[in-house]
């Protein structure tokens, strides 16, 4: 879930309220893009000269003030000879100092990028840090999580009530980082120092509080695990917790909630602990083991609706079943499970163990995501129930703009990611025709690129080897293009069943399931050129094509 997919997800709980509607058509028409936006996207050698390897981020909260403080160490790995890198922290955060080795660095700052300059050429290969000084009043999310920043509220008994959201927007909307999606740091220490009687939960296991001398308290987490930027979070609230363990395919799993106080009833905790222990189970077994043993497993309560920040999951459902109690598929499937700890909870595999190198790839996160609902209830329901609801959400598709954004200026594609991704992949499954396959291919792309940093060409390339189906027009076709093709049925003066796409993918082609009225369908390979379709007693008023499933528009004269 995302800041700037306010549309989407409006089209795809059915959800209506005209201000959201424009400001999303605003936010979603915009193709203009600024030196900030490049600054931002873009890869240069001041950004790929240095391997983030460990950061130790280290802030005090003041809350009545909305105002941040602290620093952060980077610890890097040098990739190539360089003497000056860039960093990323929005400009209305000012950077107090630079130190490297104890003494101050020279800077200077371009929009929401700070370069910094060395005394001296930092050898390939060496291990550095320095350390950024910083302090402001960071970004305020009115409406998180479509907007980034953080979240300043209070709960019923009028404390603090606190949580940061930043995916798309960039994480240097509150912290100093390498603000890039293609390079995550290896391991990460968060210590955050909040007002006494306050708690801080963020990602990975608690290692250690610290009464301070002025009235805090700091918090320090331990993340072992390599984890996104805009997954890092902070959630200062007057929390509950409770734990229990879950026996997985990796061993004992440490699942924690940390609820407001004014939610610790039993029916509350029992529904957290239902949903997560399911959803668990139901995605290591399509997807493989959680990917984050060694840091646990946490639902945090927020204010804001849910975000997937990695081992402290964002929840904000209202303890309730269905997307803020809805059903997007309009089938009934989706009032059984909370929406909320299921997406969110997927996409601990697509998109923070399997991260999109470019924001313009996002669609892999949302789109397998999407998908790891229809799973969800296939593992409990059935496949036949599965494929209802994958059927149902394609109301929330606009095929408005491709779901591939552009590279290179942090800009993601169509809020078609999410509905229209899930129906292409369950497109995919149903060429494929065999389900232990199926499984084993979404097993095999959480081994092979875990933890990893992967593009459309990763994707594409693992699925159609792994498959022996070559899908490279039908991701072009669903992924790089706004509209879907069209299956063209004619009948030849021989009484012949003749088929072909439309599309305007060159040399486009794609299998689809065909059959008679009644009887079983078989898998038809047609491309752009009329085929015949051999199956005997075809005829264009008993021809049965499997429009359930595959998401295409049918011609037939």
């Known amino acids: 879930m995302k800041r700037t997919h306010l549309i989407a997800l409006v089209a795809y709980a059915i959800l209506t309220a005209n201000s959201e509607h424009v400001a999303a058509q605003l936010m979603k028409v915009k193709n203009e893009f600024t030196r900030a936006d490049s600054l931002r996207g873009n890869l240069?050698?001041?950004?790929?000269?240095?391997?983030?390897?460990?950061?130790?981020?280290?802030?005090?909260?003041?809350?009545?003030s909305k105002f941040i403080s602290g620093s952060n160490l980077f610890r890097f790995r040098a990739a190539e000879d360089f003497k000056r890198?860039?960093?990323?922290?929005f400009a209305d955060l000012k950077v107090n100092k630079v130190v490297y080795q104890g003494k101050d660095l020279p800077f200077t700052r371009e929009y929401n990028a700070v370069y910094v300059d060395f005394p001296k050429i930092i050898d390939k290969g060496s291990q550095e840090e320095f350390t950024v000084y910083y302090e402001g009043h960071p970004t305020e999310a009115i409406k998180a999580p479509w907007d980034g920043?953080?979240?300043?509220?209070?709960?019923?008994?009028?404390?603090?009530?606190i949580a940061t959201a930043c995916q798309g927007m960039g994480a240097s909307v509150w912290w100093p980082n390498k603000d890039h999606q293609y390079?995550?740091?290896?391991?990460?220490?968060?210590?955050?120092?909040?007002?006494?009687?306050l708690m801080n939960v963020s990602n990975g296991r608690l290692a250690k509080v610290e009464n301070l001398n002025?009235?805090?308290?700091?918090?320090?987490?331990?993340?072992?695990?390599?984890?996104?930027?805009?997954?890092?979070?902070?959630?200062?609230?007057?929390?509950?917790?409770?734990?229990?363990?879950?026996?997985?395919?990796?061993?004992?799993?440490?699942i924690d909630y940390y609820i407001l106080r004014e939610n610790n009833t039993?029916?509350?905790?029992?529904?957290?602990?239902?949903?997560?222990?399911?959803?668990?189970?139901?995605?290591?077994?399509?997807?493989?083991?959680?990917?984050?043993?060694?840091?646990?497993?946490?639902?945090?309560?927020?204010?804001?609706?849910?975000m997937e920040h990695q081992s402290a999951i964002a929840y904000g459902n209202g303890y309730q079943n269905g997307y803020l109690g809805s059903d997007a598929s309009g089938t009934g499937w989706g009032k059984k499970w909370d929406f909320i700890v299921v997406h969110e909870s997927g996409h601990e595999w697509f998109g923070n163990n399997i991260t999109a190198a470019d924001l313009a790839d996002m669609w892999i996160h949302e789109s397998f995501t999407n998908y790891s609902e229809a799973l969800f209830i296939d593992y409990f329901y059935g496949k036949e129930a599965s494929q209802a609801y994958v059927h149902g959400i394609r109301r929330g598709i606009q095929n408005d703009i491709p779901i591939q954004g552009p590279y290179h200026v942090n800009k993601e594609g169509s809020g078609d990611m999410y509905p229209k991704g899930g129906v292409m992949l369950n497109m995919i499954r149903t060429m494929i025709a065999n389900d232990d396959k199926w499984r084993?291919?979404?097993?095999?792309?959480?081994?092979?690129?875990?933890?990893?940093?992967?593009?459309?060409?990763?994707i594409v390339r693992y699925l159609s080897q792994q498959s022996g189906l070559d899908l490279s027009k039908v991701f072009e076709q669903y992924v790089q293009h706004a509209s879907i093709p069209t299956l063209e049925i004619q009948q030849d003066a021989s009484g012949a069943i003749l088929g072909r796409?439309?599309?305007?993918?060159?040399?486009?082609?794609?299998?689809?399931?065909?059959?008679?009225?009644?009887?079983?369908?078989?898998?038809?390979?047609?491309?752009?050129?009329?085929r015949a379709i051999k199956i005997p007693g075809l005829n264009k008023e008993n021809i049965d094509i499997d429009t359930f499933n595959y998401y295409v528009g049918v011609l037939s004269e």
């Open 214 to 254: 002025d009235g805090y308290t700091k918090f320090h987490w331990k993340v072992v695990n390599p984890i996104n930027n805009y997954n890092v979070a902070i959630n200062i609230g007057d929390y509950v917790h409770f734990q229990e363990k879950h026996q997985g395919e990796k061993g004992p799993l440490d």
């Open 183 to 197: 390079d995550e740091v290896d391991s990460m220490l968060i210590s955050v120092a909040v007002p006494k009687g």
């Open 44 to 64: 240069t050698p001041l950004r790929t000269c240095y391997d983030i390897q460990y950061y130790n981020l280290d802030i005090k909260v003041d809350i009545d």
């Open 149 to 161: 920043g953080i979240d300043w509220k209070k709960d019923s008994n009028g404390k603090a009530w």
């Open 440 to 458: 084993k291919l979404l097993r095999g792309l959480n081994s092979k690129f875990y933890h990893q940093q992967v593009d459309y060409n990763d």
């Open 266 to 306: 039993a029916d509350k905790k029992a529904h957290l602990q239902n949903n997560a222990k399911r959803t668990i189970t139901a995605f290591e077994h399509w997807f493989g083991p959680y990917p984050f043993y060694e840091d646990g497993y946490k639902l945090v309560e927020t204010h804001h609706l849910g």
């Open 501 to 530: 796409w439309i599309s305007e993918v060159k040399g486009f082609h794609m299998p689809i399931h065909i059959g008679i009225k009644g009887k079983n369908r078989q898998l038809v390979h047609l491309d752009q050129h009329f």
């Open 85 to 89: 890198l860039q960093f990323d922290l």
